[in-house]
């Protein structure tokens, strides 16, 4: 499967960004999802994951109550609205698929997106 991310960009602290995901080459409900980042300099870092029906969803705690993850299995995009950004979550924001949960949660993921880059200015 193939995975496009966009909707990155330059933002101010407090705003709010909506990255999208399309998946393309696969049957988009076999695949648990899941949003990664990596800031310069730094190792890349989970984000949050979601089922592949989309009835659980899984956070980072440096995330939790901003970023909302969700995924519309009609469409085979996923979703991460992002709200009250701050400086530290400027990074490039990678999508990632796997059949089996764990792989998500763990960066081991088969499959990965090219990464779209969101700006948090002060």
């Known amino acids: 499967v193939q995975l496009q991310a966009s909707g990155g960009g330059l933002v101010q602290a407090g705003d709010s960004l909506n990255l999208s995901c399309r998946a393309s080459?696969?049957?988009?409900?076999?695949?648990?999802m899941g949003w990664y980042r990596q800031a310069p300099g730094k190792e890349r870092e989970y984000v949050g994951a979601?089922?592949?029906?989309?009835?659980?969803?899984y956070y980072a705690e440096s995330v939790k109550g901003r970023f909302t993850i969700s995924r519309d299995n009609d469409k085979n995009t996923l979703y991460l609205r992002m709200d009250s950004l701050k400086p530290e979550d400027t990074a490039v924001y990678y999508c990632?698929?796997?059949?089996?949960?764990?792989?998500?949660?763990?960066?081991?993921?088969?499959?990965w997106g090219q990464g779209t880059l969101v700006t948090v200015s002060s």
């Open positions: 979601i089922y592949w029906n989309g009835k659980k969803q």
């Open positions: 990632a698929a796997d059949m089996n949960l764990y792989p998500v949660f763990d960066g081991r993921a088969t499959y």
């Open positions: 080459g696969g049957r988009f409900t076999d695949f648990h």
